[in-house]
């Protein structure tokens, strides 16, 4: 399972990598908005597995081992009539969600100001092209900048 998250990692890094470096704003948008997807999945597959490895039973001592089956963990909310002293092993850390969640909600802002600033660029410019952009016509040439002044 880590394993397949980790290359679900790698290859939406490399997506976006790849269509931030494009020659478009739009596709510079997307690389952005899959980066900041490909960063939620790594806290994911850095948080550890959901699902609680196989224990060791040992009856009075005795050689024999027994396995239990695997189990999922449980969710990081206690009601009223558990007992407070869980041990940590049968509980999801829920700081990854936390922090997962923000970055949802942060991304969700970055998204909308990048889709902001294409629609405003493309209205005023007609173009969404990086060479476009650079060579507009009401723009002074880098070696134009300030001579007179």
Same mark, same amino acid.
């Given at each position: 399972? =880590?394993?397949?998250? /980790? !290359?679900?990692?790698?290859?939406?890094?490399?997506?976006?990598?790849?269509?931030?470096?494009?020659?478009?704003?739009?596709?510079?948008?997307?690389?952005?908005?899959?980066? *900041? #997807? %490909?960063?939620?999945?790594?806290? !994911?597959?850095?948080? +550890?597995?959901?699902?609680?490895?196989?224990?060791?039973?040992? #009856?009075? +001592? /005795?050689? /024999?081992?027994?396995?239990?089956?695997?189990?999922?963990?449980?969710?990081?909310?206690?009601? *009223? #009539?558990?007992?407070?002293a869980q041990p940590l %092993?049968? &509980?999801?850390?829920?700081?990854?969600?936390?922090l997962i969640l923000t970055?949802?909600? !942060?991304?969700? +802002?970055?998204?909308?100001?990048?889709? =902001?600033?294409?629609?405003?660029?493309s209205r005023t410019t007609?173009? &969404?092209?990086?060479?476009?952009?650079?060579?507009?016509?009401?723009?002074?040439?880098?070696?134009?900048?300030?001579?007179?002044?």
């Open positions: 399972m =880590t394993f397949v998250l /980790a !290359i679900c990692v790698a290859v939406t890094f490399g997506v976006s990598i790849y269509l931030m470096l494009g020659r478009e704003l739009k596709g510079i948008a997307m690389g952005v908005f899959l980066m *900041s #997807h %490909a960063a939620n999945l790594s806290i !994911i597959a850095m948080s +550890g597995s959901p699902i609680q490895p196989k224990q060791q039973v040992q #009856h009075d +001592g /005795a050689v /024999a081992a027994e396995l239990l089956p695997a189990a999922v963990k449980k969710p990081p909310v206690l009601e *009223s #009539h558990e007992p407070l %092993a049968q &509980i999801v850390d829920p700081l990854p969600q936390a970055a949802i909600v !942060i991304g969700f +802002g970055v998204m909308a100001f990048l889709l =902001t600033l294409i629609v405003v660029t007609q173009t &969404i092209e990086i060479e476009d952009l650079a060579n507009e016509p009401g723009k002074p040439a880098p070696d134009q900048g300030n001579a007179e002044g």
